[in-house]
C-alpha cells in the first residue's frame, strides 16, 4: 500500500539553528511530491512541490527539499529558522496524477529562543 | 487571484444532530474539490472530492456525505452525527490537470461532537 512517513512527531530547534525534516514515501514510481505548512487552526500552506527535473526545489519563506529517489526521500531544510517557522509541516504525495494527495501524519516544530 | 471560504469555523453539535459544512472557491471555474478530515495527533484523510457538478467519490465509509449542487460549492453533510465525526475538517481545490497542480485549503472547520 501507499505510505507517506514521517518519523519525527516533534522537533524542536533554537532560533537561528539549521533545520531538516524527514519524509520518505513508499510508491512504485517517482511521484509529486509537496511539503505543506499548517499554523494552529488554520488551513495548510503549500511550501514547495516537485514534480520532475533539479532534484533541489526551493519553496516559500526560505524553505528547501532534496528529492533523493535512491532513498525514497523528500526531506525538508532550512538553514536558519525564524520563530514564525513554528507549526506543523506535512509532507504529501500523489503517485497516480490524479491530485488525490496521501500525507504523512505531520511533524509538529517548536522554536525555542 | 482564487480564494476558498469555509464556514462554519467552529461547530459545536449534539450526538444525533444534523451537519452541513459548506465551503466556496472564488476566481477559477471547473475546479477539482475534496474534503479532508484531519484527527487529533494524525494526518489528513482523503473524505470526498469531486471533478464536477454532481460527481462526487468516497474515499472513506463513513456517516458523512458530500454535494456537489454548483461548480464552485462543495457541502459535507451528516443526517446524524457521530462521536467519532469531531475533528478538523478542511476544504481544498485544484486545477484539473494530471497531477502537478497543488491543493489549496480553506482555513478549516472544528468540529465538536459532545
Known amino acids: 500500500a501507499q505510505s507517506v512517513t514521517q518519523p519525527d512527531i516533534h522537533i524542536t530547534v533554537s532560533e537561528g539553528a539549521s533545520l531538516e525534516l524527514r519524509c520518505n514515501y513508499s510508491y512504485g514510481a517517482t511521484p509529486y511530491l509537496f511539503w505543506y505548512v499548517q499554523s494552529p487552526g488554520q488551513g495548510l500552506q503549500l511550501l514547495l512541490k516537485?514534480?520532475?527535473?533539479?532534484?533541489l526545489v526551493q519553496g516559500i519563506k526560505g524553505f528547501e527539499a532534496e528529492f533523493k529517489r535512491s532513498q525514497s526521500s523528500f526531506n525538508l531544510r532550512k538553514p536558519s529558522v525564524h520563530w514564525s517557522d513554528a507549526a506543523e509541516y506535512f509532507c504529501a504525495v500523489d503517485n497516480f496524477g490524479n491530485e488525490k494527495l496521501t500525507f504523512g501524519t505531520g511533524t509538529r516544530l517548536t522554536i525555542i529562543p | 487571484s482564487q480564494t476558498i471560504h469555509q464556514w462554519p469555523a467552529t461547530l459545536v453539535q449534539p450526538v444525533g444532530s444534523p451537519l452541513s459544512l459548506e465551503c466556496t472557491v472564488e476566481?477559477?471555474?471547473?475546479?477539482?474539490l475534496y474534503w479532508y478530515r484531519q484527527a487529533a495527533g494524525r494526518g489528513l484523510q482523503l473524505l470526498f472530492y469531486?471533478?464536477?457538478?454532481?460527481?462526487i467519490s468516497s474515499e472513506v465509509p463513513q456517516n458523512l456525505s458530500a454535494s456537489r449542487p454548483q461548480d464552485r460549492q462543495f457541502i459535507l453533510s451528516s443526517k446524524k452525527l457521530l462521536l467519532s465525526d469531531s475533528g478538523f475538517y478542511l476544504c481544498?481545490?485544484?486545477?484539473?490537470?494530471?497531477?502537478?497542480?497543488?491543493?489549496?485549503f480553506g482555513n478549516g472547520t472544528r468540529l465538536t461532537v459532545t
Open positions: 481544498a481545490w485544484a486545477k484539473p490537470t494530471d497531477g502537478n497542480s497543488p491543493l489549496h
Open positions: 476566481g477559477t471555474s471547473n475546479p477539482n
Open positions: 516537485y514534480f520532475s527535473g533539479d532534484t
Open positions: 469531486s471533478v464536477g457538478i454532481g460527481q
